[in-house]
T-cell receptor, first 119, second 113 residues
Framework: AQTVTQSQPEMSVQEAETVTLSCTYD???????LFWYKQPPSRQMILVIR??????QNATENRFSVNFQKAAKSFSLKISDSQLGDAAMYFCAYRSGRGSGAGSYQLTFGKGTKLSVIP | DTGVSQDPRHKITKRGQNVTFRCDPISEHNRLYWYRQTLGQGPEFLTY????????KSRLLSDRFSAERPKGSFSTLEIQRTEQGDSAMYLCASSLGGGADAFFGQGTRLTVV
């Protein structure tokens, strides 16, 4: 079974600064996807960024980028020029590339990191 | 399209009562997932539908839980004889195709008193 570990329950960053959230995972699969989801208070979970395991290039979406270290099974999220609206719970998640025998592509989540942005 | 919609947003119920939640996925999405999120934890997979067929259930889904997706459109999750341990956020997600990204609803927060 796959596991996802986020070792930082809480992080804080000054507005306009850069912060990195850590995530490690464990899997025996070679075909998989990794995600970072953002969950603002009382609002829905939003996909921030996706990384395909077969891609060597790290994914980037505007101010958000990842550092994907496949051999180390590490997947960190870097948020540049932090904004007040970035304050939220951030979840790292894993998804198999082949799905389950029943065709499910469910996500396995870490426990999350609560990010606070200080004005 | 307004995304994945869940109703109600909040539900308070007495222990032993039955509750039902509804999820309306994005209209063309054929895959629907239910997750449960307890305080301080990430969401955990409960069950999965492809169209109207419920194809996978987690061991977390006890026999007091039942889910349906009639006609492959909206889905309902019913919890019978609720217990305090059922207090959680229940999230619904949908996707188009197997490997497509999942979109989440805002969730239903259940409090059992």
């Amino acid at each position: 079974a796959q596991t996802v570990t986020q070792s930082q329950p809480e992080m804080s960053v000054q507005e306009a600064e850069t912060v990195t959230l850590s995530c490690t995972y464990d899997t025996s699969e070679s075909d998989y996807y990794l995600f970072w989801y953002k969950q603002p208070p009382s609002r829905q979970m939003i996909l921030v960024i996706r990384q395909e395991a077969y891609k060597q290039q790290n994914a980037t979406e505007n101010r958000f980028s990842v550092n994907f270290q496949k051999a180390a099974k590490s997947f960190s999220l870097k948020i540049s020029d932090s904004q007040l609206g970035d304050a939220a719970m951030y979840f790292c998640a894993y998804r198999s590339g082949r799905g389950s025998g029943a065709g499910s592509y469910q996500l396995t989540f870490g426990k999350g990191t609560k990010l606070s942005v200080i004005p | 399209d307004t995304g994945v919609s869940q109703d109600p947003r909040h539900k308070i119920t007495k222990r032993g009562q039955n509750v039902t939640f509804r999820c309306d996925p994005i209209s063309e999405h054929n895959r629907l997932y239910w997750y449960r999120q307890t305080l301080g934890q990430g969401p955990e997979f409960l069950t999965y539908f492809q169209n109207e067929a419920q194809l996978e259930k987690s061991r977390l889904l006890s026999d007091r839980f039942s889910a349906e997706r009639p006609k492959g459109s909206f889905s309902t999750l019913e919890i019978q004889r609720t217990e305090q341990g059922d207090s959680a956020m229940y999230l619904c997600a949908s996707s188009l195709g197997g490997g497509a990204d999942a979109f989440f609803g805002q969730g239903t927060r259940l409090t059992v008193v």
